[in-house]
């Protein structure tokens, strides 16, 4: 940073610190002693519809010829438009790219001093997509995506960089943020399927519940804390086509067993936001969904948080959806069906539709008070009232410091998964002249992915001092390295040259995947890695080199033309930044690799078969199809050492309802390196009167084991866990045989309700 700069910098905080003392005591006068229905009493319509309003932080932002100016600056007039017009109580997004602590604070506070004059003087809750870390605040640790981090299987990790998250965003005076999502991903077409924790019912209950934790902290109000904000309820993550935002086609029954338990682990662990499906669900969009919303949410599960619509999502359901009139009646719908706040987000139309339609009685004050209610609740529970200006003690350095930046580099050290590595082509030794081939090499736009200081994270122009990419970090080990991008993701280039390198070398560590992408720019037709790509790997196996094949990406593009034709292949996600640094780790045997796959990755496009699948899907391999045979399988993970199980043992071979069983098994590290292993418990329900799944994760539990090491590793089971949703949708547990696995070992137990 220049000196001017910095100086810049010192001179903004003293100004600032005088603005936000005088805003604490203008907030903390007012309203602080207050409770929430008094606060209620005063306000007007027009002022309880703002508290309903969220708007694009881009609305209020100085633009010229309808670009935003940057240094992002706020348009004063704009935010008076919005705030003493409109009364709008939440803003969200970042003006399209990120900014440094000390613009967010400038800006937040901006708002919050207009909030402050206000009559109402109710603080403006400010929310965020911090996906993995606070990527919109430059400089701040960006983490490997949710999917990668299903791959440690590692709860306390994930709980850990949800702390971290929070602690960077309140630095950023950004008190809520819009993670995680907990849609099973189970349909690898879908362009968010980098945003889930897999294709696992219980891998994503628990990631979900150790993450919403993890942001929440014990005490909401906390610098350490924000309010989490699970989504997209419910379904989202299925589309039938693949693409973003389309129809759902699910029976209850399967909603119930598949997408609905990683919600309720969230609500149990007190998640104070939700944001709801873009989609619809059997042809009703979620956001007018009464039964969805009203029934399901709030009085079966019980939630009391605040709900939140996704990004234009009322306005769509007459847009697009077609089930609304125009934009007053869809807001009459989705206001109706149980909305609190709106994601407008561009202008201010909803707050005066929404006023309409209560004064004609079409959505009563009742209803509009129970939302305000939540809204404010939230508001209060994160100390807004009483300093919504409060700047985080010490932020500069803790803020994006080498500690949490260390964390980032075990999450992608733990997350990477080795699916092959035959003849022991791995670890590579740093006298071996290595070609480090192909478009994901040296990029870090590949290894951070989407929601990276951008929307779609697709600039490598932004500068990340501290990161390396996986050529850069290869090189910082082995200065015999060299690199070649041998084609972009979607043509070929200079070929004839990554060759040569390629020829010259000892072996090939051959980086492809794809190019990131969030949302609906990342639909796509075809799960096949890019023609360029895979001509890129023939010509490389050609060679007749080792080839590592290093795939950098956020959902499974098939590689199944060549994948067995390499000698190593090692998953790494999108690992983040400190992902580049992890790979080399692992390439060079540093880091034992330890991640197994949260999902299946497909050998063919048109197999998108889960682990948890039928037996029926498996016996089609009779009439000439492939039946179950993916690329790679769920759970899978290989590692530098052996890992060996024992003495498998359950407590009983019987179990009642209300008894649990004491599961045991012997691990043993027989290779002769540290690792961590993942023990994973499989249950089969032998006969049920819904067809069983072939399997399903039970429980699991990651050890680390020095070498010729030995650990027991026990779980407890209960007839719950062995519970599935019955026709009638109940959850139940029936009587007869289960079939307990780990790995090869089995037993057998009896259950009687
Ligand atoms: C996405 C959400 C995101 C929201 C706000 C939507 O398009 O579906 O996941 O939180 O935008 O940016």
Redo the contacts with the bound molecule.
């Keep these: 940073m220049s000196v001017i700069k910095s100086k810049y910098l010192r001179q903004y905080k003293v100004i600032a610190l005088f603005l936000f003392s005088f805003l604490i005591a203008k907030f903390s006068d007012a309203q602080s002693a207050n409770n929430i229905d008094d606060i209620i009493a005063k306000l007007t319509l027009e002022e309880k519809v703002g508290q309903m309003t969220q708007i694009n932080l881009e609305v209020v932002l100085k633009k010229e010829n309808g670009a935003i100016v940057y240094p992002i600056e706020i348009d004063t007039t704009k935010l008076q438009e919005a705030i003493l017009r409109y009364k709008v109580g939440s803003f969200?997004?970042n003006g399209r790219m990120a900014h440094s602590r000390e613009e967010w604070l400038r800006v937040i506070s901006a708002i919050q001093v207009v909030a402050a004059k206000t009559d109402a003087q109710i603080p403006v809750l400010y929310?965020?997509?911090a996906?993995h870390g606070a990527n919109y605040t430059s400089g701040s640790t960006l983490f490997p995506h949710q999917l990668a981090q299903a791959a440690t299987w590692n709860p306390s990790l994930v709980k850990r960089i949800a702390e971290i998250t929070a602690y960077e965003s309140r630095s950023s005076m950004i008190p809520w943020v819009?993670?995680p999502?907990v849609d099973v991903g189970r349909q690898p077409l879908w362009s968010?399927f980098f945003?889930t924790y897999g294709e696992d019912v219980l891998l994503t209950s628990i990631m979900g519940a150790a993450a919403v934790r993890g942001y929440q902290g014990e005490d909401l109000s906390a610098d350490t804390s924000v309010a989490a904000?699970v989504?997209?309820f419910m379904g989202?993550s299925n589309p039938f086509s693949g693409k973003?935002?389309t129809p759902v086609y699910m029976d209850e029954r399967q909603l119930r067993e598949t997408y609905l338990p990683p919600f309720q682990k969230a609500i149990d662990q007190g998640v104070r936001s939700l944001?709801v499906n873009?989609g619809e669900l059997n042809g009703i969009p979620c956001h007018a969904n009464d039964f969805l919303l009203n029934g399901l949410l709030r009085d079966e599960l019980g939630f009391e948080g605040v709900v939140l619509s996704?990004?234009?999502d009322i306005e769509r359901l007459a847009t697009v959806h077609r089930v609304a009139e125009n934009r007053k009646d869809a807001a009459r719908i989705a206001i109706n069906a149980g909305i609190d706040i709106s994601?407008v987000?561009n202008d201010f139309v909803f707050c005066e539709n929404l006023v309409d339609l209560v004064k004609r009685g079409e959505v009563s004050e009742a209803r509009i008070d129970e939302s305000v209610r939540r809204i404010l609740q939230l508001k209060q529970d994160l100390g807004l009232f009483e300093d919504a200006t409060a700047i985080v003690e010490n932020a500069e350095s803790r803020f994006g410091s080498n500690a949490h930046r260390q964390v980032a580099y075990q999450m992608a050290s733990e997350a990477i998964t080795l699916l092959k590595n035959e003849g022991q082509t791995l670890p590579l030794s740093k006298e071996q002249k290595i070609a480090v081939i192909g478009p994901a090499a040296n990029s870090l736009a590949y290894l951070n992915g989407p929601w990276s200081r951008t929307?779609q994270g697709n600039d490598e122009m932004i500068e990340e001092e501290s990161a390396q990419t996986i050529f850069k970090a290869i090189q910082s080990q082995s200065k015999q390295s060299q690199y070649l991008l041998g084609c972009n993701s979607d043509s070929l280039v200079n070929i004839s040259r990554a060759l040569k390198v390629a020829n010259n070398s000892d072996v090939i560590v051959l980086c492809i995947g794809e190019k990131p992408s969030?949302?609906k720019p990342g639909d796509i037709d075809d799960l096949t890695i890019s023609e360029a790509e895979e001509k890129l790997a023939q010509a490389m196996i050609a060679t007749g080199k080792p080839v590592v094949l290093v795939l950098v990406e956020g959902r499974p593009r098939i590689v199944s033309s060549f994948a067995d034709r390499c000698d190593a292949v090692l998953l790494v996600y999108q690992p983040g930044n400190a992902g580049g640094a992890a790979t080399a780790d692992v390439l060079f045997g540093k880091v034992n690799p330890s991640g197994h796959l949260p999902f299946t990755y497909p050998r063919n496009v048109n197999d998108l078969l889960t682990y948890d699948h039928k037996k029926s899907e498996e016996v089609d391999k009779h009439y000439g199809s492939s039946g179950y045979n993916p690329q790679w399988s769920f759970g899978e993970g290989l590692s530098f050492t052996q890992f060996e199980y024992s003495d498998f043992k359950m407590s009983s071979d019987s179990l009642r309802t209300s008894s649990t069983l004491n599961v045991e098994v012997k691990v043993l590290n027989s290779g002769v390196k540290k690792g961590k292993d993942v023990i994973q418990l499989y249950a089969t329900d032998e006969v049920a009167s819904i067809t069983p799944p072939v399997k399903r994760l039970i429980a699991f539990d990651k050890v680390e084991l020095e070498a010729g090491q030995t650990k027991t590793v026990s779980f407890r089971v209960s007839s719950e866990d062995l519970s599935f949703m019955s026709a009638q949708l109940k959850r139940v547990t029936e009587e007869g045989w289960f079939t307990f696995t780990i790995e090869n070992l089995e037993q057998r137990v009896y259950f009687t309700p």
């Design positions: 969200l997004n929310g965020i997509d996906i819009f993670s999502i968010q945003e904000c989504k997209h989202y973003d935002r944001i873009s996704d990004w234009g994601m987000p929307w969030a949302e």
